[in-house]
C-alpha cells in the first residue's frame, strides 16, 4: 500500500489514463486515409492568396483608406452625421478616424468605426462590443466600400502570373458577360476594384491575345464563391488527365459535351449535375443527369449516349 496519499491519487491518476488494471481499453488513434489527409491540405492557390493580408479593426492606422462602392453606403452611416449626397461618395475615398463607444441598452459599449470625408465625420454603428470589434472586424467588413490596399496587394502578388481559367464566366471591357473558356492559359495582366459583392476586378489574356476580365472576391476560404482557387489554377489541369482524348477535352475547355464522353469528362465540362437518377436498361445500367439549366444526360454503362 501506498502511504502517501499523494502517491496513493497520482497513482490512481496514472492507472485510468494508461487503462491499468481497469479493464478499460486505450483510446484508439484515429487516422486519416491518404486521401482523407489530401484533400485537408490547403492547396497552392489557397496558400498564395491566404498571403494577402487582410488586416483587423485593431490594426488599421488612423488615416487608412476605404473606397466607397455603392451609394447605399449613406444607410450605413449615422442618421445625425452631417451628410452629403449620396452619389457623391461613390468612387471617393473615406479615411478611418479610430474607434468610439457607445452604450447599449444591456449597460456593455457598443464599438462605433468613425470616418473622415473632407473634413466631415461620419460614423458605422458595428453592432458589436468593443472588445469583440476590435478583434472580429476586418476591412472587408465595411458595408459598401472596398479595401483599396487589398487590391494593391492582390494586384503585386498576380500582376504578369501565367495561370489557368477554372470558370467560363468572362466579361468584357464593358462588363457584359461573355462565353469564356476553362482549362486555358491565361496571363493576369491587372487588377482594380470591383464591386461590393466581388471587389476585385482581374483583367487577363488569352495566349491568342483576347482580353476580358473576371470578377474576383478575397478569401482562401468559406463561402465566397469565386474566390483565386475557384477561378484560376496554377499548374496546367490537364496534366492531371493524360487519358482524356484531345478531342474531347477541346469540348470540355468549351463547356460542351460529346456523345462518348465518361462520367468523369462531362462532369469536366458542365460541373456536377443537380439531380442523379440510375437503373438497368436490359443488361446494361443507365444514368440520368440533370442540371439547373434543364440539361439532361443519359449514361449507359458509364458512356454518354444523348443529351439535349
Known amino acids: 500500500m501506498l502511504k502517501n496519499p499523494l502517491l496513493y491519487i497520482i497513482a490512481t491518476i496514472l492507472c485510468v489514463l494508461v487503462s491499468c488494471h481497469t479493464g478499460i481499453e486505450g483510446t484508439k488513434t484515429i487516422k486519416l486515409s491518404k486521401s482523407e489527409r489530401k484533400e485537408l491540405e490547403a492547396t497552392r492557390e489557397e496558400l498564395l492568396m491566404g498571403s494577402v493580408h487582410i488586416p483587423k479593426l485593431n490594426e488599421w492606422p488612423k488615416g487608412k483608406q476605404f473606397l466607397v462602392a455603392d451609394d447605399r453606403i449613406a444607410l450605413v452611416f449615422d442618421p445625425f452625421d452631417v451628410g452629403v449626397p449620396v452619389d457623391s461618395l461613390v468612387g471617393k475615398m473615406i479615411v ?43 476591412s472587408m467588413d465595411v458595408p459598401m466600400t472596398i479595401d483599396p490596399q487589398i487590391v494593391e496587394d492582390a494586384r503585386n502578388l498576380l500582376q504578369g502570373e501565367k495561370v489557368w481559367t477554372k470558370s467560363q464566366i468572362w466579361y ?8 469564356g473558356r476553362k482549362f486555358v492559359p491565361v496571363t493576369i495582366t491587372d487588377i482594380i476594384p470591383g464591386s461590393i459583392v466581388f471587389p476585385l476586378k482581374v483583367f487577363i489574356k488569352d495566349e491568342n491575345g483576347k482580353d476580358a476580365l473576371m470578377f474576383m472576391n478575397i478569401g482562401s476560404v468559406g463561402i465566397e464563391s469565386r474566390t483565386f ?22 469540348a470540355i475547355c468549351n463547356g460542351k459535351v460529346r456523345v462518348g464522353m465518361t462520367k468523369e469528362e462531362c462532369k469536366l465540362a458542365l460541373g456536377n449535375p443537380a439531380d442523379v437518377s440510375a437503373g438497368h436498361d436490359w443488361n446494361s445500367t443507365i444514368d440520368l443527369w440533370q442540371y439547373p439549366d434543364g440539361t439532361f444526360l443519359r449514361f449507359q454503362d458509364g458512356l454518354l449516349v444523348s443529351f439535349r
Not at 172 to 179: L, Q, S, W, Y
Not at 229 to 250: C, G, T
Request: no cysteine.
Open 96 to 138: 478611418y478616424d479610430g474607434v468610439a463607444t457607445k452604450p447599449t441598452p444591456g449597460g456593455s459599449d457598443e464599438a462605433v468605426i468613425v470616418f473622415l470625408y473632407n473634413g466631415r465625420q461620419l460614423t458605422y454603428s458595428t453592432g458589436k462590443i468593443l472588445q469583440n470589434a476590435v478583434t472580429s472586424i476586418t
Open 172 to 179: 468584357d471591357a464593358d462588363e457584359n458577360a461573355i462565353t
Open 229 to 250: 482557387q475557384n477561378l484560376f489554377s496554377l499548374s496546367d489541369p490537364k496534366s492531371r488527365y493524360p487519358h482524356i482524348q484531345p478531342e474531347m477535352w477541346e
